[in-house]
């Protein structure tokens, strides 16, 4: 008897069966091969705009998928420099067999997680509770929660031209049984739609003709632990592009695409089309961009971004040979399409349980979403909440003012899927204040007092914030006179001074960095030696907070107000016919969902603000 099953080897897996088992649970976790937990399917990457500030938040939590990054890393870049500090994104390039080995390691480590490779077929519940589950070889193993992690398995089908075969993942077969049995329950399902590019041979490019992409000369990371960690002997990225010939070529192949003959039907990712959608999509665009990115440091398989496809493989190579540096291409993998069965999550609560089967949890792209870092972030909440409800304590549930994980969780259960889910920042109304920076901030103690985040990694974080306030101080106090920064600022075509200022109105101004300060004030310099990864971080923390202070008060401030709704509580079991003033969409909105505050409620789409104004009414508010 297991305390927690986990269903489902990759990223929303693993953090389900890492998180529950740090806990204390007894996991098992099931996979149908052991040899590709936590394999990257797609590209090999980890992070990106939004993606990345999700990683930090994991291991902010105590999650490991930062971890395991940046031991994998290839390559590092921190997009959107050129914005403000809320846009900036971390990404890595990962060595995509590193990766999968290194989250082996980790939970093969951990004495509390157990393994069956295996296929699940079906659940056993009684009454409106899960019991365990059945497999396909036909054993019963019986746990207090289940959490279901499948991916694309669910009833998978892959496309490529005119060719169908029932498939979870390139040469993995697809699950049958729970979906059915689901259906059965009562849960609504839906079907979606992915794709994967084809992988290339390195060594058939003639690299020469395209543009080679290089890392970040002073490379970051992802986990709050990897002090003094930096990625050395980066690998480059190339970019090359299509072209007329190449789109005629594609677009030869339409008469045969299950994308437009109607066989596949599952709804696609808008914002990651595939190229017979860009062509369609952008018909006067004469090109589009191609990154060839390394799949790993001992293997010549790169995998082709921006190139998704579901077309004949014969066309998929004869367009190949019209792209620059691709003209004596040899392809390891066709790219397809894959159509599975997803579960919309309006029918789950904010812990990720469903609403109609008590101790069931539904993870990843199970519920809609897609990209290695939603998922991660969706089973180590269900991870930790399966654990919590078990033994009997509070839910773990971080609010959208707190991280992206919790504006993903708000979205899903508030608003539903119409298309596979992604983050992006622009979804955070409080991004300013979710940055990739201060993950630690918002949200380690949180999981420290619930005994994920480990008392070495809160001392790593009480260091930091020590030395946050020691040089916030500093600043604050220190007078600088003319000649010791008038170089500088001249240097910075700023206007020099003729008295002494506070060195916090030099921060202010645009020109002016922190690291300029450090180069000519000597007392500063010394209080921030040795400039390693951790004095790094706090100096990126200090001068965003000098920087940015008049928008990250009013940040809180509304923030704050907002997080008032979240206190006044809604009735699981409210009569919500009642409120006959409430428009009729608003209503059924309302009794489907069963939002459990007024803030959650304001968010629902279809209910309107004077809905909000006579629920609250009618509540004494």
């Not at 019963?140 to 991916?151: A, D, K, Q, R």
């Not at 469903?354 to 990843?364: D, M, Q, R």
């Not at 009794?591 to 789409?605: E, H, M, N, W, Y």
Request: include cysteine.
């Amino acid at each position: 008897m297991y305390d927690v099953i986990v269903v489902g080897g990759g990223h929303a897996g693993c953090e389900a069966a890492s998180s529950a088992a740090n806990l204390g649970s007894r996991v098992l976790l099931i996979t149908m091969d052991i040899s590709k937990i936590a394999q990257m399917s797609c590209n090999p990457a980890i992070g990106g705009i939004a993606k990345g500030q999700i990683v930090r938040e994991i291991d902010a939590i105590g999650g490991y998928t930062g971890v395991v990054t940046d031991k994998s890393t290839i390559q590092f870049r921190m997009l959107n420099k050129s914005k403000g500090p809320a846009m900036w994104s971390p990404r890595a390039q990962c060595d995509r067999m590193m990766f999968s080995a290194s989250w082996r390691k980790i939970l093969e480590s951990n004495p509390n997680i157990d393994f069956w490779q295996d296929i699940v077929t079906e659940l056993i519940i009684k009454g409106e509770r899960v019991y365990g589950v059945r497999t396909k070889i036909g054993k019963e193993i019986f746990g207090t929660s289940v959490i279901l992690t499948n991916g694309t398995f669910f009833n998978g089908v892959i496309h490529i031209g005119k060719v169908k075969m029932e498939a979870g993942r390139a040469s993995e077969p697809s699950s049958k049984g729970i979906s059915e049995q689901l259906v059965d329950l009562g849960f609504t399902a839906g079907r979606m739609k992915t794709g994967t590019p084809p992988r290339i041979d390195g060594r058939s490019v003639d690299f020469s003709k395209t543009i080679r992409q290089e890392g970040d000369t002073d490379p970051g990371k992802f986990s709050f632990l990897s002090h003094n960690y930096r990625v050395k002997d980066q690998l480059p990225c190339f970019i090359t592009y299509t072209n007329s010939e190449v789109h005629n070529i594609l677009s030869g192949g339409f008469s045969d695409s299950p994308l437009f003959s109607g066989r596949i039907k599952g709804t696609g990712p808008r914002y990651c089309p595939s190229i017979e959608d860009k062509i369609v999509t952008f018909s006067n665009r004469d090109c589009h961009q191609l990154f060839l990115e390394p799949e790993g440091r001992n293997t010549v398989e790169y995998y082709l971004n921006g190139f998704s496809t579901s077309l004949d493989h014969d066309i998929q190579i004869k367009a190949l040979k019209m792209v620059p540096g691709l003209e004596n291409v040899r392809v390891f993998r066709a790219g397809y399409a894959i159509e599975y069965d997803y579960f919309p999550p309006t029918q789950l609560k904010y812990t990720l349980e469903t609403k109609l089967i008590e101790n069931l949890y539904f993870a990843g792209q199970i519920n809609g979403t897609t990209g290695y870092e939603e998922a991660a972030a969706q089973g180590l909440i269900a991870g930790i909440n399966s654990h919590m409800k078990n033994n009997n304590k509070p839910e773990f549930v971080p609010g959208r003012e707190d991280a992206y994980i919790g504006v993903l969780i708000d979205d899903l259960i508030l608003k539903g899927v119409d298309e596979p889910y992604r983050m992006f920042t622009s979804r955070a109304e409080f991004r300013l204040l979710l940055r990739q920076d201060n993950a630690d901030e918002r949200l380690t103690l949180r999981s420290n007092d619930i005994g994920l985040a480990s008392d070495s990694r809160v001392s790593i974080f009480r260091s930091k914030t020590r030395k946050i306030e020691e040089v916030t101080q500093f600043i604050r106090k220190y007078s600088v006179s003319p000649d010791l920064i008038n170089s500088i600022l001249e240097k910075n075509r700023t206007t020099p001074i003729r008295q002494k200022v506070k060195l916090s109105e030099i921060l202010l101004r645009p020109q002016i960095s922190i690291h300029d300060l450090i180069d000519v004030v000597p007392e500063l310099r010394a209080l921030c030696l040795p400039l390693d990864d951790l004095i790094i971080e706090v100096l990126e923390s200090v001068q965003i907070n000098f920087k940015y202070q008049g928008y990250l008060a009013r940040e809180r401030l509304i923030a704050d107000k907002i997080k008032r709704l979240e206190n006044i509580e809604i009735s699981s079991d409210y009569d919500y016919e009642k409120l006959k003033a409430i428009s009729t969409e608003g209503r059924q909105k309302l009794k489907k969902i069963k939002p459990l505050t007024i803030g959650q409620a304001s968010r629902i789409s279809g209910v309107s603000p004077s809905d909000i104004n006579v629920l609250l009414v009618h509540m004494g508010r």
